[in-house]
């Protein structure tokens, strides 16, 4: 079964730092560009980050750019986000998702059409 | 950056009814566009990429169109499961890429 399993949620000070984990399974987790999104309480999704297969390439939404590193264990089938200088903003539910389309040109185009997502980890910024 | 507006943002219709949400992108986005599906407490749920592909395991009364800047999402003979809320998604470029919703609710 396909599937993709955050962890490291938590409620964290502003300012403070915090690591999200994405452990992937049942692909090829190598073959795929992988993203971050995630989703303020009673708001759309919002694209975060992005990393292409081999972590040559990376992008950021300006929201974010800066202040978290996307990163990729590809021997351990797992996806990093590393937040820091996090602010009440960042209060959300992120979701891990992975795209639909295997070893496509990352310079190419963002990574988009998300077949599969995480369940999604609540991170909460607040004093 | 590409600004996604969806229209309806609410929709009241009935089990049965042909439904039809449009996204509309402010600049062209050729048929990079994603719709997804998404019910309380859940992840989004992909249901047609690049436009008008439909995802596998998708029913086929869903169904994309369009191109450029305007879109839609069309479902004919409404299911109960199928009362949510939808976002378009554009990955043509990296400024900016989700709608931001479409409430389907029973009337």
């Known amino acids: 079964e396909v599937q993709l399993l955050e962890s490291g949620g938590n409620l964290v000070r502003p300012g403070g730092s915090l690591r999200l984990s994405c452990a992937a399974s049942?692909?090829?987790?190598?073959?795929?560009?992988m993203s971050w999104v995630r989703q303020a309480p009673g708001m759309g999704p919002e694209w975060v980050a992005s990393?292409?297969?081999?972590?040559?390439?990376?992008y950021y939404a300006g929201s974010v750019k800066g202040r978290f590193t996307i990163s990729r264990d590809n021997s351990n089938n797992t996806l990093y986000l590393h937040m820091s200088s996090l602010r009440a903003e960042d209060t959300a539910i992120y979701y891990c998702?992975?795209?639909?389309?295997?070893?496509?040109?990352?310079?190419?185009?963002?990574?988009?059409?998300?077949?599969?997502w995480g369940q999604g980890i609540m991170v909460t910024v607040s004093s | 950056d590409i600004q996604m507006t969806q229209s309806p943002s609410t929709l009241s219709a009935s089990v049965g009814d042909r439904v039809t949400i449009t996204c509309r992108a402010s600049?062209?986005?050729?048929?990079?566009l994603a719709w997804y599906q998404q019910t309380s407490g859940k992840a989004p749920k992909l249901l047609i990429y690049?436009?008008?592909n439909l995802q596998s395991g998708v029913p086929s009364r869903f169904s994309g169109s369009g191109s450029g800047t305007e879109f839609t999402l069309t479902i004919t003979s409404l299911q109960p499961d199928d009362f949510a809320t939808y976002y378009c998604?554009?990955?043509?470029?990296?400024?900016?890429?989700f709608g931001q919703g479409t409430k389907l609710e029973i009337k």
């Open positions: 998604q554009q990955y043509n470029s990296y400024s900016g890429t």
């Open positions: 998702a992975k795209d639909s389309e295997p070893n496509y040109d990352f310079w190419s185009r963002p990574p988009g059409a998300f077949d599969v």
């Open positions: 690049k436009a008008s």
């Open positions: 600049q062209s986005i050729s048929t990079w």
């Open positions: 049942g692909f090829t987790f190598t073959r795929y560009a």
């Open positions: 990393i292409s297969t081999d972590d040559g390439g990376r």
